[in-house]
């Protein structure tokens, strides 16, 4: 490798990384909500599934907890210029704000299905999975449509 070649690498990480730092902080945000989605369907998802006995205090606060992450208001973490073809950071497809109206429409789904299933998670194992199943649906249904399989 030439000294010329070199510095041509170097150039190229540190433009890389200031990509990185230029991020649009909307992007962590956001997918920080979601991670907090995994945080409570483990427990919920767990008990569904038998992994882990049902216990009804712990049902109701991870559901509890899932109706009110699931009303976080929206309007600040979808700015248009974060989708997946212009940064690396992210895997929300660009599809996302083509159609704003049905990506929207999954979104009150999910807040619909929270609900639904916070009327129930604390009345019984069966009560529970009734509700757990279309939650989970509803998970799906997004990311089949509005976010890239993982790298
Ligand atoms: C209305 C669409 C929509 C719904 C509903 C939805 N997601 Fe997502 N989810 C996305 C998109 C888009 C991304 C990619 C976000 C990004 O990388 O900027 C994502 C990313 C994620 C991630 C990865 C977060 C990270 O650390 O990068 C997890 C985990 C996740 N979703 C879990 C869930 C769970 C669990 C549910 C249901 C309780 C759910 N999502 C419902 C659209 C949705």
């Not at 030439?2 to 730092?21: L, R």
């Not at 950071?89 to 049905?102: S, Y």
Request: overall charge negative.
């Amino acid at each position: 490798m030439s000294f010329k070649t070199i510095t041509a690498a170097a150039i190229a990480a540190v433009m890389a990384t200031g990509a990185v730092a230029d991020e649009n902080p909307a992007i962590e945000q956001r997918q920080g909500q979601f991670k907090l989605y995994s945080h409570n369907i483990a427990v919920l998802g767990g008990m569904a599934q038998g992994r882990m006995d049902y216990d009804a205090g712990m049902a109701q606060t991870a559901a509890d907890n899932l109706f009110h992450v699931t009303r976080h208001d929206q309007s600040r973490l979808w700015p248009e210029g974060t989708d997946s073809s212009a940064s690396m950071a992210t895997r929300a497809k660009p599809e996302i704000w083509e159609n704003l109206d049905d990506f929207v429409a999954k979104f009150v789904a999910l807040q619909n299905a929270a609900e639904a299933l916070q009327a129930v998670a604390g009345d019984g194992l069966d009560a529970m999975r009734a509700g757990v199943g279309p939650l989970s649906g509803t998970c799906q249904a997004c990311h089949e449509s509005y976010r890239e399989e993982a790298s």
